[in-house]
């Protein structure tokens, strides 16, 4: 029976190898879906760290970032409009 089973795990392989080596070309994936990586170094490290995300990760990402340094100019006008009033 081991014999048999091993027999058959044997012949399976092969068959298994050449269905996942055919002629078609992989899906590709769409472009937001494509993992890009970039190295990042944080202030005072000299350590760099590699980040992967998808192309729409990283395009929401900068665009948090663009919102944030908006609100952040936001504040110091009006803040600088409360000091002029002082």
Do not use: H, Y
Not at 23 to 29: G, I, M, N, R
Request: proline fraction near 5%; include cysteine; aromatic fraction near 2%.
């Amino acid at each position: 029976m081991i014999k048999i089973s091993l027999a058959v795990l044997l012949v399976a392989i092969p068959a298994a190898a050449f269905a996942l080596d055919s002629d078609e070309p992989p899906a590709a994936k769409p472009d937001e879906e494509k993992v890009i990586c970039k190295r990042e170094v944080a202030t005072g490290s000299i350590m760099s760290r590699r980040i992967c995300l998808t192309k729409a990760e990283w395009k929401a990402l900068e665009e948090q970032g663009k919102a944030d340094l908006d609100r952040t100019r936001a504040m110091e006008r009006s803040r600088s409009l409360v000091n002029e009033n002082l």
